[in-house]
């Protein structure tokens, strides 16, 4: 069945009478499945005003404009039930208009507990917008959200109040549910990483000279393919205009250490997410790492990121706990290395 008799009320042949959409039809259009439109429509009563011969679905133009309300509404995180309701209003008041764009429809508060697909608790409600939408694999509707969010709030917000929440409870209820939710969890970090790293676009060293302080590295340690933190901090330093080198993940040692030498960092990043792949030599390593003429030699300072550092004693290390303390001091770092205007 084609696109077409979504939208000709006439259906495929002109002047034909016409009986309605299938519920498949319905549900590839929508990016939903079959089971998901007949479980609305028996808990929230949103089913098709036509059933052919008593038994088989056959949706209208107005059904269709119903559910396509319901499907925004879920998207910007209401709760279905809510959103049922929104959508229901809304087909029979059409002047009405759509329920608000933030998807609040008269809650007042930006926060829902209602139980969604994910176990996502006393979340945004932006976190269950973009959780449904990504459980739906919703590819369109899951970037836009994170473009949106990070245009709206800026990106240390975007990334600790949305972001991260949202690819918590997707990986908990990976977890939880065998091999289920992994294609969620990719798609989802794939899209997060797309809109950071669009963020994170470099615009040049924004004046860095050979004699002023050297950008910010960030890498991985051996061992380390979780780089969306990483991707987040860039994405940070961008919006500071600061320049950086990423490296990504598993970075070998001797290539760090021979990056490190040639670039003359202001700051090293070295990132961490288990206890087994966290290396307090190599930081060490970096950290005495000099360059620079006798008398004027010089060492970046050395941030260590991420969970697998829990316990690892560090002196002269930073260890900022959040996002924002990390920008904080990368670029208190960063200035610290610039050259005094009076010398």
């Given at each position: 069945?084609?696109?077409?008799?979504?939208?000709?009320?006439?259906?495929?042949?002109?002047?034909?009478?016409?009986?309605?959409?299938?519920?498949?039809?319905?549900?590839?259009?929508?990016?939903?499945?079959?089971?998901?439109?007949?479980?609305?429509?028996?808990?929230?009563?949103?089913?098709?005003?036509?059933?052919?011969?008593?038994?088989?679905?056959?949706?209208?133009?107005?059904?269709?404009?119903?559910?396509?309300?319901?499907?925004?509404?879920?998207?910007?995180?209401?709760?279905?039930?809510?959103?049922?309701?929104?959508?229901?209003?809304?087909?029979?008041?059409?002047?009405?208009?759509?329920?608000?764009?933030?998807?609040?429809?008269?809650?007042?508060?930006?926060?829902?507990?209602?139980?969604?697909?994910?176990?996502?608790?006393?979340a945004r409600q932006e976190c269950r917008g973009l959780a449904r939408a990504a459980v739906r694999l919703d590819a369109p509707a899951v970037e836009d959200r994170l473009t949106s969010l990070v245009e709206q709030y800026g990106l240390v917000v975007?990334?600790?109040?949305?972001?991260?929440?949202?690819?918590?409870?997707?990986?908990?209820?990976?977890?939880?549910?065998?091999?289920?939710?992994?294609?969620?969890?990719?798609?989802?970090?794939?899209?997060?990483?797309?809109?950071?790293?669009?963020?994170?676009?470099?615009?040049?060293?924004?004046?860095?000279?050979?004699?002023?302080?050297?950008?910010?590295?960030?890498?991985?340690?051996?061992?380390?393919?979780?780089?969306?933190?990483?991707?987040?901090?860039?994405?940070?330093l961008a919006e500071l205009a600061l320049p950086t080198r990423m490296f990504g993940g598993a970075v070998p040692v001797e290539a760090l250490a021979a990056a490190v030498r040639r670039l003359g960092p202001s700051a090293v990043v070295l990132w961490?997410?288990?206890?087994?792949?966290?290396?307090?030599?190599?930081?060490?390593?970096?950290?005495?790492?000099?360059?620079?003429?006798?008398?004027?030699?010089?060492?970046?300072?050395?941030?260590?990121?991420?969970?697998?550092?829990?316990?690892?004693?560090?002196?002269?290390?930073?260890?900022?706990?959040?996002?924002?303390?990390?920008?904080?001091?990368?670029?208190?770092?960063?200035?610290?290395?610039?050259?005094?205007?009076?010398?």
């Amino acid at each position: 069945m084609g696109e077409s008799e979504l939208s000709d009320p006439r259906g495929p042949v002109s002047g034909r009478p016409w009986t309605g959409v299938t519920t498949g039809a319905l549900a590839r259009r929508l990016g939903v499945s079959p089971s998901t439109l007949r479980s609305w429509d028996r808990r929230y009563g949103v089913g098709p005003a036509v059933r052919a011969d008593g038994r088989h679905r056959r949706w209208t133009p107005q059904d269709v404009a119903m559910l396509e309300e319901m499907c925004r509404l879920t998207s910007a995180g209401v709760p279905p039930a809510e959103a049922a309701r929104a959508a229901k209003e809304a087909s029979a008041h059409p002047a009405t208009g759509p329920a608000p764009a933030d998807g609040r429809t008269g809650t007042g508060g930006r926060r829902s507990r209602a139980a969604g697909a994910l176990p996502l608790g006393d979340a945004r409600q932006e976190c269950r917008g973009l959780a449904r939408a990504a459980v739906r694999l919703d590819a369109p509707a899951v970037e836009d959200r994170l473009t949106s969010l990070v245009e709206q709030y800026g990106l240390v917000v975007a990334w600790e109040e949305v972001m991260v929440p949202t690819l918590h409870a997707v990986g908990r209820k990976w977890e939880s549910s065998g091999d289920r939710y992994v294609e969620v969890e990719h798609l989802l970090s794939w899209h997060v990483s797309t809109v950071l790293r669009r963020a994170a676009r470099p615009a040049g060293d924004f004046g860095a000279g050979a004699c002023g302080p050297g950008p910010v590295v960030l890498a991985c340690v051996p061992g380390e393919q979780h780089t969306l933190p990483l991707e987040a901090l860039d994405a940070g330093l961008a919006e500071l205009a600061l320049p950086t080198r990423m490296f990504g993940g598993a970075v070998p040692v001797e290539a760090l250490a021979a990056a490190v030498r040639r670039l003359g960092p202001s700051a090293v990043v070295l990132w961490s997410q288990a206890r087994s792949t966290a290396s307090l030599p190599l930081a060490r390593h970096i950290a005495g790492t000099h360059w620079g003429v006798k008398g004027a030699r010089r060492r970046p300072a050395v941030l260590l990121g991420g969970p697998g550092w829990a316990g690892h004693q560090a002196p002269g290390m930073l260890r900022p706990p959040d996002l924002r303390d990390a920008l904080a001091a990368l670029a208190g770092a960063y200035d610290a290395g610039e050259p005094d205007p009076g010398t």
